[in-house]
């Protein structure tokens, strides 16, 4: 590796570690207990997304219409195991129950997928203004009184960590190109 690419990455990894320490130190903000529902219809509150777990994971999906949401859950999918070895974790849509049901069986998702339609979830926690939807991640904690906090939030786009794709592409002679996530691999 060539001096210039090594300090870059050396640059970006510090810079990582910067972000990482400065989200930290952010004030956890309050979050009430939405109630949600689950792919299978039936009503789920925020907490009891939690688990035995003090922490949740929830990423804030398109839904079935985004091609990039879905080549990030097929992502999620394949390091699922290693995720809920840590944290609970859940991807919440905008999308009816049964069109999420649908879609993850034939994307072979094993999370667990809640539906936020009819509720304000996905624009209270900042990932929707109107009807513009942005993905992302939130991460949540329980607190001991049951109380829910959000310690962290990123946004998703082309070119983030949270798809490794971009990364391996970027090493490729032009890079990404005009790629863009298919729902075939085809």
């Not at 990482?20 to 789920?44: C, F, H, M, N, W």
């Not at 944290?87 to 809640?114: H, L, Y």
């Not at 009807?131 to 992302?136: I, R, V, W």
Request: aromatic letters at 10%; proline letters at 5%.
């Amino acid at each position: 590796m060539n001096d210039e690419i090594a300090g870059l990455s050396g640059q970006i990894e510090e810079l990582k570690r910067q972000l990482s320490e400065a989200r930290r130190r952010a004030e956890p903000e309050p979050i009430r207990d939405y109630e949600l529902t689950q792919s299978t219809g039936e009503p789920v509150t925020l907490s009891e997304l939690f688990g035995n777990r003090a922490d949740l994971l929830v990423v804030h999906n398109m839904g079935r219409g985004c091609r990039y949401c879905t080549m990030w859950a097929d992502g999620f999918a394949s390091m699922l195991g290693h995720i809920e070895n840590r944290t609970a974790f859940v991807v919440v849509s905008p999308d009816k129950p049964e069109v999420q049901q649908e879609f993850a069986a034939s994307r072979g998702w094993p999370f667990r997928m809640v539906s936020a339609a009819g509720t304000s979830f996905i624009q209270d926690l900042g990932f929707a203004e109107g009807t513009d939807m942005l993905p992302g991640v939130s991460a949540l904690r329980k607190r001991d009184d049951g109380s829910i906090v959000r310690t962290g939030r990123d946004e998703f786009g082309p070119g983030d960590d949270y798809a490794p794709a971009w990364r391996f592409f970027d090493l490729l002679e032009g890079g990404a190109g005009d790629w863009e996530p298919k729902y075939r691999y085809q």
